[in-house]
Structures are given as C-alpha cells and as structure tokens.
C-alpha cells in the first residue's frame, strides 16, 4: 500500500485544515488507519485512528474534540479534519495503515506516508 497525505499548509490558530490520505496499490478498506503527527525535536505521535469500515474511531487527549478522522473507502482516502487549531499543533502529519485491531503505537503500522506539514501561527 502506498500511502499519499496532502493538505498540510499555514493557518492562524484557531483555524482549520482538513488533510487527505489517498492510498495506491491496494484498497485500504480492510486496514486500521491512523494519523500521526512529529513536532521538531519530539517523538512521532499518534493522533487519530479509525476502524476499517469506519464504525470506530480514537484520538489522542491533546487532539479529542477538535480533530475529526474519517475515511471514504470508495475513493480509498482517509481525512483528518483539524479544528481550533493551536501553536502546539505545528508538526508533520502523517498517515499509516494497518492490519488488525486498533492500535496507538507506532511499531504495529505497516505501511506510511510521506507526511505534510501544518504550521500554526499565533
């Protein structure tokens, strides 16, 4: 699976940016997605997952009741709807795929991709 994220860019705090995951080579309706994200000088982090068909999904505290993942597996895409947004959500994001059950760490995905950059200006 390849996995393609776009959306990224700059926007003032207390905007919004929707980022897209678009995957090639197989369909991804049968995978975990999730949505990570890395801050200069910090660890990569989880973010956001959502089960394949989409009935479940889990955030991380930092990111709970103003990011939103959702997934089209039609159009084999995966979205990250990022509201109020803050400083501290300045990172790249990236997208990853998984076989299974749920999971937040980042040793149990299979597949990633390349990530886009957020910037948040305050």
């Known amino acids: 699976v390849q996995l393609q994220a776009s959306g990224g860019g700059l926007v003032q705090a207390g905007g919004s940016l929707r980022l897209s995951c678009t995957a090639s080579?197989?369909?991804?309706?049968?995978?975990?997605m999730g949505w990570f994200r890395q801050s200069p000088g910090k660890e990569r982090e989880f973010g956001a997952a959502?089960?394949?068909?989409?009935?479940?999904?889990y955030y991380a505290p930092s990111v709970k009741g103003r990011f939103t993942i959702s997934r089209d597996n039609a159009k084999n895409t995966v979205y990250l709807q990022m509201n109020n947004l803050k400083p501290e959500d300045t990172a790249v994001y990236y997208c990853?795929?998984?076989?299974?059950?749920?999971?937040?760490?980042?040793?149990?995905?299979?597949?990633w991709g390349q990530g886009t950059l957020v910037t948040v200006s305050s």
């Open positions: 990853a795929a998984k076989a299974g059950v749920v999971a937040g760490e980042l040793r149990r995905y299979d597949y």
């Open positions: 959502i089960t394949p068909a989409g009935g479940n999904s």
């Open positions: 080579g197989r369909t991804i309706s049968s995978y975990v």
